[in-house]
């Protein structure tokens, strides 16, 4: 029996693995277009978007929001120095989420950053619904010393990323929920 236990618990990979693969996937990955519904909290108020995220690996991405339709086609380009918005007079911008100003725009490329670059703190499997997946907790510091954690929740077998969520402080502060994703 208890060579059965140890040969079952080796097909898992070792800790930290699926981290690493989930890592070289993103880093690796020469584009893709992700579509997610991204809902900012801030505390008192809380807005939701449905942004359209393409990657782009060595040049500019681009952020376009689909939703709400009042400001539906506003289009950032999305540098390593930050977003430039591209629309006539209008602005996403909503309010600082925390201190480094993360705001609803700049969400999805965020998450992309701490996949590639944030201290991996946490693994695991769960399920959402009926599908399996790896949870993977990521933190890094704001530059004023705060905490931000970020979780992910990937498809356990692809690694496509189905949701995701970032605080600040212990306040989650963005929740996205991937509606689509492909990559290029």
Avoid: N
Avoid at 119 to 130: F, R, V
């Amino acid at each position: 029996m208890m060579i059965l236990l140890f040969a079952s618990g080796c097909t898992g990979g070792s800790p930290g693995e699926k981290t690493r693969q989930v890592r070289e996937t993103y880093t690796g990955a020469e584009g893709f277009v992700m579509t997610a519904k991204v809902t900012a909290d801030y505390g008192e108020r809380v807005y939701e978007y449905t942004l359209r995220y393409t990657y782009v690996k060595d040049g500019d991405g681009q952020i376009e929001v689909l939703e709400p339709e009042l400001i539906a086609g506003i289009q950032a380009v999305v540098r390593e120095d930050g977003l430039e918005l591209i629309y006539d007079g209008a602005s996403l911008e909503t309010g600082r989420l925390s201190g480094d100003g993360l705001t609803p725009m700049d969400a999805l490329p965020a998450m992309v950053r701490a996949w590639k670059e944030w201290a991996a703190t946490e693994e695991g499997a769960e399920t959402l619904g009926k599908t399996k997946t790896l949870r993977i907790t990521f933190e890094t510091e704001s530059s004023d010393g705060d905490p931000i954690v970020h979780s992910a929740w990937f498809d356990e077998e692809s690694y496509i990323p189905l949701q995701a969520e970032t605080s600040v402080e212990d306040f989650t502060v963005i929740r996205c929920e991937v509606t689509e994703f492909e990559f290029t």
